[in-house]
């Protein structure tokens, strides 16, 4: 597929506002358009976050992002907010058994906002990183009161 093809996939697969993406606890996410260089680019210097290599290993995987949010067995673990530098249990990382990674950030009552998504290949020791971050804690501001 061209890069133009696979814009229009992510448009009409994720950003269409008349398919919502539920996660498996009933959360809405939205994404939007501009997310696609942020998700599909790497950067040649991490450093500097530069984003400049469209990623075919990240392309070949965008179907994982909604099978990885409505999968309830992912792990949740809460996101770090590398601008506080502190974990934040408003993101939630859901993390599924052949290493990939989905991120949300919360924006009300079962409302996220995607953030991002990507294989850990435990460069810098990602993988131990995210598995030792505490648990993302059910939140009733979040997901509501549970289902008795």
Known sequence: MTEAELRRLWKDEYCDPGKAILTFDNVQVKFYENMFDHVFFESANRKFRDKSILSLNRLEKMLWIKDTLQDPTA??????????????????????????????????????????????????????KILTSPDWIRDEQYVGKAQE
Do not use: C, H, P
Request: hydrophobic residues 35%; aromatic residues 12%; without cysteine.
């Open 75 to 128: 792990v949740l673990k809460q996101g770090w907010d590398r601008d506080t530098k502190t974990y934040d249990n408003g993101r939630r990382v859901a993390l599924v058994k052949d290493g990939y990674v989905v991120v949300i950030r919360f924006t009300g009552l079962l409302k996220a906002s995607f953030v991002t998504a990507y294989e850990l290949t435990d460069e810098e020791g990602n993988n131990n």
